[in-house]
């Protein structure tokens, strides 16, 4: 392959002679979370396929910054992947606002379906347009409130409140609807927000409330489960442009690969986030999802005029 230069992101090991590849994968997860693990076995595979010629360095923890600031150096081609939620994907590519759409899934199986199946593996490729290829999706569950004051047990609990969101137009228009106040911060400054009562409440799924400790502050958790909203692993074009055909079989086989690894590892993660917190004394609670559903059907009405997100939702009805 001999030696590539794509900005900082792209670290060949460029001395004489040298064959190698090396590319930085930035996300914003904790090292312990069921998505990090699933790159960390993305990696090791691309290392086993390729003899160790080519390899990932992880970044996590938002140490490039920002899922919108990962995305934005992939573009420019100064970090070579990123692993992001595809409700901050939607501010690049609007197709990806279909996946905000709360209560779009039938249940788990339905979601690998869609993912795994002609919708969702067209949608990966859609980020190309704007210099990002999608490689494969990590399972990331299903998304729901915890607050620090009042548990949520129907979506009047939530009025007047002031709950996080992601940087997403849909998020925000589903907190609205069930009556909150939608307060976007990143997800690494969450933890303070919360704890200096900057905002009431956000939501998440399980490992993910789990992992970055948000239950230490925020107490109750109420499984609405509202929307199932999927990672996106994606690398850059600039990158993936200067890898020769081999070294791009492998990268998308390890990526794909690792996709059924982390599957089991998101459902065993889900089970023990939710005893550990219970044995940490988190109040949870199981709600009716009717009065949830209802108050954001207007949502369902919204996206299929769009002519965007629309036909996609169709589609996903569709997926058996
Ligand atoms: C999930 C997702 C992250 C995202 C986070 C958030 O944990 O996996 O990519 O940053 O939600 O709420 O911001």
């Known amino acids: 392959m001999g030696c590539l230069l794509v900005a900082a992101s792209w670290l060949p090991g460029c001395g004489a002679g040298a064959d190698r590849t090396?590319?930085?994968l930035g996300h914003t997860l904790d090292p312990t979370h069921p998505v990090h693990l699933g790159m960390v076995d993305m990696a090791e595979r691309l290392a086993a396929k390729s003899g160790g010629r080519a390899r990932i360095e992880i970044f996590p923890g938002g140490q490039l910054g920002t899922e919108r600031e990962l995305l934005e150096l992939l573009q420019i081609g100064s970090l070579g992947m990123t692993k992001v939620s595809s409700s901050v994907l939607e501010q690049f590519v609007p197709a990806f606002r279909?996946?905000?759409?709360?209560?779009?899934?039938?249940?788990?199986a339905h979601r690998y379906a869609v993912l795994e199946g002609p919708v969702?593996?067209?949608?990966?490729?859609?980020?190309?347009?704007v210099w990002l290829r999608g490689l494969t999706y990590y399972d990331a569950g299903t998304r729901s409130f915890y607050t620090t004051g009042r548990p949520i047990e129907h979506p009047r609990d939530l009025a007047g409140l002031k709950i996080r969101t992601q940087e997403s137009a849909s998020a925000i228009r589903m907190i609205n609807l069930l009556?909150?106040?939608a307060?976007?911060?990143?997800?690494?400054?969450?933890?303070?927000?919360?704890?200096?009562?900057?905002?009431d409440g956000a939501e998440n799924n399980p490992p993910s409330y789990h992992t970055s400790r948000h239950y230490e502050v925020a107490r109750s958790y109420s499984l609405d489960e509202h929307t199932a909203v999927p990672d996106v692993?994606?690398?850059?074009?600039?990158?993936?442009d200067a890898l020769d055909g081999q070294t791009r079989q492998w990268l998308t086989a390890a990526a794909v690969e690792s996709h059924e690894v982390q599957k089991r590892l998101w459902q065993e993660a889900t089970d023990r986030a939710l005893a550990e917190m219970t044995t940490a004394g988190v109040r949870i609670v199981r709600p009716d999802k009717a009065p949830f559903r209802e108050r954001v059907a207007p949502?369902?009405?919204?996206?299929?005029?769009?002519?965007?997100?629309?036909?996609?939702?169709?589609?996903i009805e569709a997926t058996r």
């Open 22 to 24: 090396l590319i930085r």
């Open 183 to 199: 307060t976007p911060i990143a997800f690494g400054e969450l933890y303070t927000a919360l704890q200096q009562g900057v905002v």
């Open 120 to 129: 969702g593996q067209q949608l990966l490729l859609a980020p190309e347009a």
């Open 179 to 181: 009556g909150a106040a």
């Open 233 to 240: 692993l994606l690398v850059s074009t600039v990158v993936w």
């Open 98 to 108: 279909v996946f905000g759409l709360p209560y779009l899934f039938r249940d788990d």
């Open 299 to 315: 949502m369902f009405d919204e996206f299929r005029r769009d002519p965007v997100v629309g036909p996609l939702v169709d589609a």
